[in-house]
């Protein structure tokens, strides 16, 4: 077995950001089903309504387990405010008694894809989408690391084709995505006892592949996106998760590296 290889069938604490729907949701659904009794999952998004609907599901899988859901806008928080969350999360549970703790960095936004790159000319704009893409990703990840200080830890960034490759009309979400990667893969190589992972979903039906079919200013992108849906080409959540779960088992990636759903 491969040293990143992660077994979730034990007592664990797991943190899912962006859980109230889509790709969060269904991640939080499927690892929470293989987490023993004792374990304690913590749902983090704005809708309430969509962390009660996540919970509801959790728990007619594995009604065996602590689930803490919390609304909250991760546009621009504070260390104090997410170590606050953390903490009123654990206040019924011993640490000593997890297993791993594994956090999913899924919540993020596509940004305004109606304007080229030269149009998105205003500060106001950048920061608002690194603060809700990088910058409360970095600080929530370091609030996770501080609070397992003992425990094994697992990482896993949520990321994109787009960290890597260019899309016209994109340049928001491309920016901010390869940032939020690089970011990850600094972590790993500064912890080398940590499982990092960067998983890539590959183009799933979810609302921001939606928008992109939609809305893009740029026509080849449009009709790329449209095609893979007319064609039924698309990604399901069920699909990914299950090779993201795969990839987690086997551990056969280096800690921080990019994998894609269709490697």
Not at 61 to 78: A, G, K, Y
Not at 160 to 180: D, I, N, V, W
Not at 220 to 249: C, D, P, Y
Request: aromatic content about 6%.
């Amino acid at each position: 077995m491969s040293s990143l290889a992660v077994n979730l069938n034990r007592v664990g604490f797991l943190l899912v950001t962006g859980a109230s729907r889509g790709i969060g949701q269904t991640m939080a659904i499927e690892c929470a089903k293989e987490m023993k009794p004792g374990s304690l999952v913590l749902l983090l998004a704005r809708s309430a309504a969509g962390l009660e609907d996540t919970r509801r599901q959790i728990l007619a899988q594995n009604d065996r387990l602590t689930i803490v859901t919390v609304s909250v806008d991760l546009t621009e928080p504070s260390r104090e405010e997410l170590e606050t969350v953390v903490a009123k999360s654990l206040a019924n549970s011993a640490k000593e008694s997890f297993e791993f703790a594994l956090v999913i960095h899924n919540v993020g936004t596509l940004g305004d894809v109606t304007k080229w790159s030269v149009d998105h000319n205003s500060q106001a704009t950048w920061r608002e989408h690194f603060a809700m893409n990088v910058f409360s990703v970095a600080i929530l990840n370091a609030v996770f690391m501080a609070s397992f200080p003992e425990t094994q830890k697992i990482v896993v960034n949520v990321t994109s084709l787009a960290a890597l490759e260019p899309f016209a009309s994109m340049s928001l979400y491309c920016s901010s995505r390869a940032a939020r990667e690089m970011y990850f893969r600094c972590l790993a190589a500064e912890n080398p006892g940590l499982t990092v992972l960067n998983y890539s979903p590959g183009p799933v039906d979810t609302d921001m592949q939606t928008e992109i079919r939609t809305k893009s200013t740029d026509e080849q992108v449009k009709s790329t996106m449209a095609n893979l849906h007319v064609e039924n080409k698309l990604v399901t959540r069920e699909q990914t998760t299950r090779k993201f779960l795969q990839v987690l088992r086997e551990g056969k990636f280096t800690s921080g590296a990019h994998v894609d759903y269709f490697d």
